[in-house]
C-alpha cells in the first residue's frame, strides 16, 4: 500500500501557497530525490557506472533491468527489479517480452520522479509505462546500433519512433556531442534542445593504478566485450609474422562468431585469453600485463554509416588505458585515434588491410617509442578519463527538470 502524507500539511492548510514547499514520501523515500534507471542488461559495467554517478549527485536510485543471462561484470550498488528475461538478437521476441513488462514497470515508474532509460527502446517504453504518470523522462544514449542506421523500412521506421520519443523526453543524455550533430541532427532530422554529454570516462571508485610487470616481448591487450573479428585477426597476424616480438592478451565475454577464444588461447603460443572479468576491481591485473591496449572498430571503410556510429565517440578501452597509463593502438580516423594523435599516447594506423596493419604496427613500435608514448601516457591529467565534474553537471540538470513541473 502506497502513503503519501506531508510533513508541512498544518502550514499548507493555514497558507495554500506553501504548498510549492511539500516534499512527499513514498514508502518512507523522498519521492522528489527517487530516480528510477532502466536498463537492457543485468550488470552493465556502463549502466553501473551511470547508477553509481546519479547516487554521488545526490538522488537516491532504484534499478529496473532485463535479465539476459550473461555475467554481471559489475553489479549495480542499488536495488534492482528484474522486468523479464530475454535473449540477445531476436527483436520480435523482445518486443513481447517489453510488452509484457509494461504493467510491472509502470507501478515502479508511480513511486520515481525522474525516470531515466539507459537505452531508446527502453525510452520507448518508459513513455508508454508513464501515461497520465507525472516522472521526467531522461533518455541516455551511450552508442548507436546497426539497425538504427540501415536502409530498411524497419530501420527507416524505428528512426521515426526514435525521433519521436527522443523529442518528447524532458533530457537527452549522450556520450558525445557528435551523436547530437550526426544522429540526431542529421539522421533522425531533430533538433534536441535540451541536452548533456556525459562521456563513457570511469569513476573515482576504479582501483588504483597498479605498476606493470615486464616482459622481453611487447604485450597488447584487447579487453572488453570481445566482438571485433577484424582485431582478432589482426592480433594472430602480428604473432604470425614476428613471433619474437609480440605478446597478445584477451579479456572479456566472447561474442566473435569466427573465433573460440579458449581454443585459440591453446592453438596458438603467445595468445592468452583470460576469461570474463569483473569492472573495476580486475581492471588493475589485466592492465598490468600490457604494453598497448588496441581498440579498434572494423569495416569494409570508414566512411559508412556503422563505423561511423562505433567510432564518433570514445570507448571504455581509450578511458580504461589512459587511467592505467597504457599506451593505445587504434585507427587514424576514429575518436579514439584522433585523441590518442591529439594526447601522443599511442600509435595510429591507416588502413583496413590486415597485413599492411601489422607490418606498420611493428615499424612504429620502436623501444624509443614505447618509451615516449609510456611516459606521455603519466601525464594524462585526470579529467581526460576520469568523471569529475559530471556528477555536479547532472545534478543541476535533474534540479532543473524537477523545478519546471511540481510532482502530484
Not at 121 to 129: F, M, R, S, V
Not at 139 to 167: C, F, K, M, N
Not at 247 to 269: C, Q
Not at 297 to 307: A, R, T
Amino acid at each position: 500500500m502506497v502513503t503519501i502524507y506531508s510533513r508541512a500539511t498544518a502550514n499548507a492548510q493555514e497558507n495554500p501557497t506553501s504548498g510549492k514547499m511539500l516534499f512527499f514520501y513514498v514508502n518512507g523515500m523522498n519521492r522528489r530525490n527517487k530516480v528510477l534507471v532502466v536498463t537492457p542488461t543485468l550488470g552493465d559495467t556502463k549502466d553501473s557506472r551511470r547508477i553509481d554517478l546519479i547516487k554521488s549527485a545526490g538522488f537516491s536510485v532504484q534499478a529496473a533491468a532485463f535479465d539476459r543471462g550473461s555475467a554481471q561484470a559489475r553489479p549495480a550498488s542499488c536495488e534492482v527489479i528484474t522486468l523479464a528475461r530475454i535473449s540477445d538478437g531476436n527483436y520480435l521476441a523482445r518486443l513481447f517480452r517489453f510488452a509484457g513488462a509494461i504493467a510491472k514497470l509502470r507501478k515502479l515508474c508511480k513511486s520515481a520522479s525522474i525516470v531515466h532509460s539507459m537505452s531508446p527502446d527502453l525510452t520507448g517504453l518508459c513513455h508508454l509505462a508513464c501515461i497520465g504518470l507525472q516522472p521526467k523522462l531522461v533518455s541516455d544514449v551511450a552508442d548507436i546500433r546497426e539497425i538504427q542506421i540501415s536502409h530498411t523500412p524497419t530501420s527507416a521506421l524505428l528512426r521515426s519512433i526514435e525521433a519521436y520519443i527522443s523529442i518528447k523526453s524532458d533530457l537527452l543524455i549522450v556520450t558525445s556531442k557528435g551523436f547530437i550533430d550526426w544522429y540526431f541532427n542529421e539522421k533522425l532530422k531533430i533538433k534536441p534542445k535540451n541536452f548533456l554529454v556525459i562521456e563513457n570516462k570511469l569513476d573515482e571508485s576504479s582501483p588504483p593504478h597498479r605498476a606493470s610487470t615486464t616482459s622481453k616481448k611487447i604485450r597488447i591487450g584487447y579487453f572488453g566485450c570481445l566482438r571485433s573479428n577484424w582485431t582478432i585477426k589482426l592480433l594472430l597476424e602480428l604473432l604470425k609474422s614476428y613471433p619474437d616480438k609480440f605478446e597478445i592478451h584477451t579479456a572479456g565475454v566472447d561474442m566473435l562468431d569466427e573465433y573460440d577464444l579458449i581454443e585459440t588461447s591453446k592453438r596458438v603460443k603467445g595468445f592468452n585469453y583470460l576469461g570474463p572479468y569483473k569492472s573495476p576491481e580486475d581492471l588493475p591485473q589485466m592492465y598490468s600485463r600490457i604494453d598497448l591496449s588496441a581498440i579498434f572498430y572494423p569495416d569494409n571503410n570508414d566512411k559508412i554509416d556503422s563505423f561511423v556510429a562505433k567510432a564518433i565517440c570514445r570507448s571504455n578501452r581509450f578511458y580504461e588505458a589512459c587511467k592505467f597509463q597504457i599506451p593505445i593502438i587504434s585507427f587514424s580516423f576514429c575518436g579514439d585515434g584522433l585523441e590518442v594523435e591529439n594526447l601522443k599516447n599511442g600509435l595510429t594506423i591507416d588502413t583496413f588491410n590486415i597485413k599492411e596493419a601489422a607490418k606498420s604496427i611493428k615499424e612504429q613500435l620502436t623501444e624509443h617509442n614505447l618509451k615516449y608514448w609510456k611516459q606521455r601516457s603519466r601525464e594524462i591529467p585526470r579529467e581526460v578519463y576520469l568523471l569529475v565534474k559530471e556528477a555536479h553537471n547532472l545534478k543541476l540538470r535533474y534540479q532543473a527538470l524537477l523545478k519546471s513541473k511540481p510532482i502530484i
